[in-house]
């Protein structure tokens, strides 16, 4: 299995422009997690789906974001418009099972780098 | 919300000595888990400790879930210029609650 894939790797933009970062989870696997790291801020879990369905967007920061996925092996994660504030790592993940669970282990990607200028 | 912090923020080890990260929270877990980020690297799985008092060891790597289910640690022996990188532990506090809830994380770094 190739495992979780995002694109970008990279990106750097500009202040207002919209960005959006796509996540390819492993297949057969339930459950499909954002995450942003920062040096401050750590790990922060942003939304999570199951079944292609949102079930907690809480820890979104502000409706500049949005997330969505239209199938079992897509996700994005869009910004816009984006700020300086919005640079950090963006990691998806995907788990088979109920974390919690025995099988509640996340695979990670790894990673999209957002700079936004 | 549910906060899970950790101890110490950073580690520098000689290589060869032992080292301790300890993971604590406001509230009883359903189950613990334990991750390890290389630089620049994502966060990779370690272990899943569900029981209380539950200890589990993985070679050097030996890991503990407390008594009263509102800590853990993770223990390397010997370290070894590999171990290098950023240790998180990631708890669920209710089952059924699907959030994992990652800690502030300990970076460990090898003095050769």
């Not at chain 1, 869009?78 to 995907?94: G, H, L, N, T």
């Amino acid at each position: 299995d190739a495992g979780v894939i995002q694109s970008p790797r990279h990106e750097v933009t500009e202040m207002g422009q919209e960005v959006t970062l796509r996540c390819k989870p492993i297949s057969g696997h339930d459950y499909l997690f954002w995450y942003r790291q920062t040096m401050m801020r750590g790990l922060e879990l942003l939304i999570y789906f199951n079944n292609n369905v949102p079930i907690d967007d809480s820890g979104m920061p502000e409706d500049r974001f949005s997330a969505k996925m239209p199938n079992a092996s897509f996700s994005t994660l869009k910004i816009q418009p984006s700020e300086p504030r919005d640079s950090a790592v963006y990691f998806c993940a995907s788990s088979p099972g109920l974390a919690g669970g025995f099988d509640g282990e996340l695979f990670f990607g790894e990673g999209s780098r957002l700079t936004v200028l | 919300g549910q906060q899970v912090m950790q101890i110490p923020q950073y580690q520098h080890v000689q290589e060869g000595e032992d080292f301790t990260t300890y993971c604590n929270s406001s509230t009883t877990l359903s189950n613990i888990q334990w991750y390890k980020q290389r630089p620049g690297g994502h966060p990779v799985f370690l272990i899943q400790l569900v029981k209380s008092g539950e200890v589990k060891k993985q070679k050097r790597l030996t890991f503990q879930f407390g008594e009263a289910k509102k800590n853990s640690s993770l223990h390397i022996t010997a370290t070894q210029t590999t171990d290098v990188g950023t240790y998180f532990c990631a708890a669920v506090s209710n089952f059924g609650n699907e959030k994992l809830t990652f800690g502030t994380g300990t970076r460990l770094t090898i003095i050769p």
